[in-house]
């Protein structure tokens, strides 16, 4: 599976949006960009993921670049409860391993 | 259950002692994935069931470590022999792999001192 780029930490302050950037330029054509985070002692959470065309839920935006090789996750109202670490991955359905890098650690500042 | 759980959530053991680790997917799920999460670290990799397929155990650090599925369902990880590096928290995921683009749920981990 393709590797993926993050900045190692980002500050957002709170109530305004916070955009993570993922590089992943050796995507291949089957794979899915996934977003998860990590808040401090707990599993990862699942937070979205897409193809090529931009997913909205409840939680997040994905924007994926025409190309596939990057994309950006946005939390729309950031609040002090999403302070964690993201971790952008890029998998295929069946995939035998979810290679989570470090990831960005966004800190939402009051 | 509604998620994966592991148990226990903590457990220090001695130096030299073995150790099982449990993890309860949620039903229904093919993948079954272990983790393992030292301080401050990313996740890192350890071992993949899918289904009634021989499992990837490529990211095993050593041959102290051992996992099993049960049944397609239930997961033990065995470490042989602790050593104070082997103090992490080992988290498990699993995934629904039926042909389409799912998540993994992760469960909140077993934290692992070895003193």
């Known amino acids: 599976d393709a590797k993926t780029t993050q900045p190692t930490s980002m500050d957002c302050a709170e109530g305004r949006a916070a955009n993570l950037p993922c590089n992943h330029s050796?995507?291949?054509?089957?794979?899915?960009v996934y977003w998860y985070r990590q808040i401090h002692s707990q599993g990862p959470q699942y937070i979205i993921h897409?193809?090529?065309n931009n997913e909205t839920n409840e939680m997040a935006s994905l924007i994926i670049t025409e190309d596939r090789k990057s994309s950006t996750l946005i939390l729309p109202h950031a609040t002090l409860r999403d302070t964690a670490v993201y971790y952008c991955?890029?998998?295929?359905?069946?995939?035998?391993?979810?290679?989570f890098g470090t990831g960005t650690r966004l800190t939402v500042i009051p | 259950g509604a998620g994966v759980s592991q148990s226990p959530s903590n457990k220090v053991t001695e130096k030299g002692k073995d150790v099982e680790l449990r993890c309860d997917p949620i039903s229904g799920h093919t993948a079954l994935y272990w983790y393992r999460q030292s301080l401050g670290q990313g996740l890192e990799f350890l071992i993949y069931f899918q289904g009634n397929s021989a499992p990837d155990k490529s990211g095993l650090p050593s041959d102290r470590f051992s996992a099993e599925r049960t049944g397609g369902s239930v997961s033990t990880l065995t470490i042989q022999r602790t050593q104070q590096e082997d103090s992490a928290v080992y988290l498990c995921?699993?995934?629904?792999?039926?042909?389409?683009?799912?998540?993994?749920?992760f469960g909140q981990g077993t934290r692992l001192t070895v003193v």
């Open positions: 991955i890029v998998s295929r359905t069946g995939a035998n391993n979810l290679f």
């Open positions: 050796t995507i291949s054509g089957n794979e899915y």
């Open positions: 995921a699993s995934r629904n792999h039926r042909g389409v683009a799912t998540e993994a749920f």
């Open positions: 897409g193809l090529k």
